[in-house]
């Protein structure tokens, strides 16, 4: 069984940065294709980014391209999720999820291809 905890979340200025963390146990990370979603209130959970083990170019929704980033240590076991520039619409439950799978990147986007979820954080951009 693989677990993921998520840390990192808080309340910032439109501008500023957060830096997520994934820690994942029960699988080495190197053997998952891991990718973060965020729901915010009253709307669908949607896709962020994923990276997928055996591609070195993430994926990205429009709505971040150029603002965040994912990386993964498999040393640590940890992916990050690096965002810049925050605008209040990027406020939401960031969720870390992962599969054991090797995702095609048309499903990578799909909430449903992941097998393991975290509990969530909250990022709450506001001035």
């Known amino acids: 069984q693989v677990s993921l905890v998520e840390s990192g979340g808080g309340l910032v200025r439109p501008g500023a940065s957060l830096r997520l963390s994934c820690a994942t146990s029960?699988?080495?990370?190197?053997?998952?294709?891991i990718g973060w979603f965020r729901q915010a209130p009253g709307k669908e959970r949607e896709f962020v980014t994923v990276s997928r083990r055996n591609r070195n170019s993430p994926n990205y929704a429009d709505s971040v391209k150029g603002r965040f980033t994912i990386t993964r240590d498999n040393a640590k076991n940890t992916a990050y999720l690096q965002m810049n520039n925050l605008k209040p619409e990027d406020t939401a439950i960031y969720y870390c999820a992962a599969t054991a799978a090797n995702l095609i990147l048309s499903s990578t986007t799909q909430a449903s291809q992941y097998n393991y979820w975290g509990q969530g954080t909250q990022v709450t951009v506001s001035s």
């Open positions: 029960g699988r080495t990370l190197s053997n998952l294709d």
